[in-house]
């Protein structure tokens, strides 16, 4: 076996890991996907199992990585990945008046979510409960608003950062003119 081969099986699990998590997808779901079974992909991700080409195929597929790509030997370079502020996603149809920019990437969907919001006067952000032990952490930049978790509210103003429950009801309203705020989502 060459160095070359040796590097390349040394760097073989974490760049599977990194293909996985990026596609946000757990060891089931590349599992279900591959047809290649849980443990073995755990095993070969841990390097504690080298993959037959057809393995590693599946995997490849199922991961939507380019099989040469990831068995190339040279180091992945470093990145940072530039969102313009034309390509960040928006949602505008959720509540009323209320623009919402989806900061944080898709994978931490579920987990870890940053938005960015600008509410119209009198706009309202309604929110169903998340999941339980959920909370939020919503910082006004400009403007005041109203925050309302269950049955507690508290009053915002520009700098102001208000931390609560988000499994139960909860709503957030511009008191004045436009707000923007930013509002960090955390699922238990």
Request: hydrophobic share 40%; proline share 5%; aromatic share 2%.
């Amino acid at each position: 076996m060459t160095d070359r081969d040796n590097a390349i099986l040394t760097q073989l699990p974490a760049r599977l890991k990194e293909a996985r998590r990026t596609q946000g997808l757990s060891l089931d779901a590349v599992a279900k996907l591959s047809g290649v079974s849980r443990s073995m992909v755990s095993q070969i991700e841990r390097g504690e199992s080298s993959p037959t080409i057809a393995t590693l195929w599946n995997l490849t597929r199922a991961l939507q990585v380019d099989f040469a790509g990831l068995l190339d030997s040279v180091a992945a370079t470093p990145q940072i990945e530039t969102l313009r502020a034309a390509q960040v996603p928006t949602i505008d149809n959720l509540g009323s008046g209320c623009r919402i920019r989806i900061l944080s990437p898709p994978e931490d969907a579920g987990k870890h979510e940053v938005y960015e919001l600008t509410i119209a006067p009198g706009g309202v952000l309604d929110s169903q409960p998340h999941t339980r032990g959920a909370r939020e952490h919503l910082t006004v930049i400009s403007g005041s608003l109203t925050v309302t978790s269950g049955e507690v509210s508290s009053s915002l103003n520009a700098g102001d950062t208000a931390r609560y429950a988000a499994d139960v009801p909860h709503r957030i309203t511009a008191a004045g003119g436009e707000t923007r705020a930013f509002l960090v989502v955390q699922d238990a």
